[in-house]
């Protein structure tokens, strides 16, 4: 999917902060836990277009931040 070094340097393009590499029912997405917006990967080209993320509700928010940090999730 996406290189870890491509990670570390992809921003939201909201809020210029990081993203976090999650996995939803769509498939793969960045997502930015501060402003809960998702933003969907295609064919492993993340498209980090404002228009185009994804609000994410309350539980999806808290289904992707277990899912990135699942050593607090426990």
Known sequence: MIERELLDILVCPAD???L????????GALYNPRMKRAYRIDDDIPVLLI?????????????LMAQA???TSR
Not at 20 to 27: F, S
Not at 51 to 63: L, N, Q, S
């Open 16 to 18: 210029r902060g990081p």
């Open 51 to 63: 228009d185009e993320a994804e609000t994410v509700g309350d539980d999806e928010h808290a289904r």
């Open 69 to 71: 940090n699942p050593e």
């Open 20 to 27: 976090l590499l999650v996995e939803r029912a769509a498939g």
